[in-house]
């Protein structure tokens, strides 16, 4: 009688343990992170095949004024253009994976009410905003470039075709494309990575 006593006490601990242990409360910011990591994803395969054909558009592209200038022209800008897709892609499974990891990061541990702002959405969007602007600036930097190293047919390449009173001017407009569009993509990663982490940061405070 006496061990089924124990037995009883004992159960009934251990149900009043698990009760004392249960949280019923439910963490919306880390469902909104888990969220907004799923976005990320499928805006990134959204974009990807309209990065494709516009990175295929920069590797093909002819200068309309004068067609011996090409994007190989431009110093190193073929290079980076054709691992744009790679970034990009890399870039928006990245933002997803951590998004997701800071969701169940913060649904696993204590509860707390969401601080999204205005400010954090905005660097979130910039992210893709500054890509897509990327690809819509740079075939009429190309061209705006192209035109100014065909003022004078000769020596387009050295940029010996320009005025000779712009000293230096040449070489830096051959790697001015490639200047714009590594700052453009380097925006879009400062952007993103402070977005996601003032995101998750403010969730958890």
């Given at each position: 009688?006496?061990?089924f006593?124990?037995?009883?006490?004992?159960?009934v601990?251990?149900?009043?343990?698990?009760r004392?242990?249960?949280?019923?409360?439910?963490?919306?910011?880390?469902?909104?992170?888990?969220?907004?990591?799923?976005?990320?994803?499928?805006?990134?395969?959204?974009?990807?095949?309209?990065v494709t054909?516009?990175?295929?558009?920069?590797?093909?592209?002819?200068c309309?004024?004068?067609?011996?200038i090409?994007?190989?022209t431009?110093?190193?800008?073929?290079?980076?253009?054709?691992?744009?897709?790679?970034?990009?892609?890399v870039?928006?499974?990245?933002?997803?994976?951590?998004?997701?990891?800071l969701?169940?990061?913060?649904?696993?541990?204590?509860?707390?009410?969401?601080?999204?702002?205005?400010?954090?959405?905005?660097?979130?969007?910039?992210?893709?905003?500054?890509?897509?602007?990327?690809?819509?600036?740079?075939?009429?930097?190309?061209?705006?470039?192209?035109?100014?190293l065909?003022?004078?047919?000769g020596?387009?390449?050295?940029?010996?075709?320009l005025?000779a009173?712009?000293?230096?001017?040449?070489p830096?407009?051959?790697?001015?494309?490639?200047?714009?569009?590594?700052?453009f993509?380097?925006?879009?990663?400062?952007?993103?990575?402070?977005?996601?982490?003032?995101?998750?940061?403010?969730?958890?405070?």
């Amino acid at each position: 009688m006496k061990y089924f006593k124990i037995w009883g006490e004992r159960l009934v601990a251990t149900g009043k343990a698990m009760r004392e242990d249960e949280r019923g409360e439910v963490n919306i910011s880390g469902i909104l992170l888990m969220g907004i990591g799923m976005v990320f994803l499928a805006v990134g395969f959204i974009m990807f095949p309209i990065v494709t054909d516009s990175t295929d558009a920069l590797l093909d592209w002819i200068c309309t004024a004068n067609t011996s200038i090409t994007d190989a022209t431009f110093t190193g800008f073929s290079s980076v253009v054709g691992i744009t897709p790679l970034l990009v892609l890399v870039g928006f499974l990245a933002a997803g994976v951590f998004a997701m990891y800071l969701g169940v990061k913060i649904s696993k541990g204590a509860a707390g009410g969401t601080s999204l702002n205005l400010g954090t959405m905005i660097l979130l969007a910039l992210s893709m905003v500054f890509i897509a602007i990327a690809l819509i600036i740079l075939p009429v930097a190309l061209e705006a470039i192209c035109s100014v190293l065909s003022n004078n047919s000769g020596g387009v390449n050295t940029g010996q075709g320009l005025n000779a009173t712009y000293v230096g001017l040449g070489p830096i407009l051959l790697v001015t494309p490639l200047l714009v569009l590594i700052s453009f993509i380097g925006g879009a990663i400062v952007s993103g990575f402070f977005g996601i982490k003032k995101l998750g940061a403010g969730s958890m405070g």
